[in-house]
């Protein structure tokens, strides 16, 4: 028990420490939302656009992957379970989510839109700050994360011996009766 909680903590630790990479790949990937300002006010310069929505389904794509893929390596590297390591994945995911999360917002656009929209000038167009409007998005990684995992444990994990042996598989009576012809 002691080595599957070592290896837990060294998963955990890793999984969060690969969300920085996810942070800057969505800060990086990530659509820029243009605002204008008019002198009194900040408005979107296309109402109709689809941007902001884009920065959510960027991360929430980002996040997908990352899970799929920490699961995979884990798995391979790994090929038991155990709970220790899907809590494992689990935690690290989601510490790996909101360390992208915040260190994108970090590295974004100013996050003061006021200041922002005086520098630039009126009439002139800048970009909103980074942000994450649907904040599901950080659970894409762990769930992601779950199901991958189970789903190659389930198909490529060695199975557990079968405690009954034989006699489980032919029945309590032995086998049926031969049948005459």
């Known amino acids: 028990m002691r080595t599957e909680l070592r290896e837990a903590a060294v998963v955990t630790v890793a999984t969060a420490v690969v969300g920085a990479l996810l942070g800057l790949l969505w800060w990086w990937l990530a659509p820029n939302v243009p605002l204008i300002s008019d002198g009194t006010a900040v408005y979107l310069r296309d109402t109709e656009g689809e941007q902001a929505i884009g920065v959510d389904g960027t991360f929430t794509l980002l996040a997908l992957g990352f899970g799929a893929l920490s699961a995979l390596v884990v798995f391979l590297v790994r ?23 915040r260190l994108g917002v970090w590295l974004g656009p100013a996050q003061d839109v006021v200041a922002h929209a005086r520098q630039v000038g009126e009439g002139r167009t800048f970009p909103a700050p980074l942000k994450l409007g649907a ?26 011996p079968d405690p009954y042996g034989q006699q489980h598989q032919l029945g309590p009576y032995g086998p049926p009766p031969a049948r005459d012809a």
Not at 79 to 101: E, F, H, I, N
Not at 142 to 147: N, Q, S, Y
């Open 79 to 101: 090929k038991r379970g155990g709970v220790p390591l899907v809590l494992a994945l689990t935690v690290g995911g989601l510490l790996g989510s909101l360390l992208a999360w």
């Open 135 to 160: 904040k599901g998005a950080l659970l894409a990684w762990p769930v992601a994360t779950l199901l991958v995992h189970l789903g190659l444990t389930a198909l490529f994990a060695p199975r557990d």
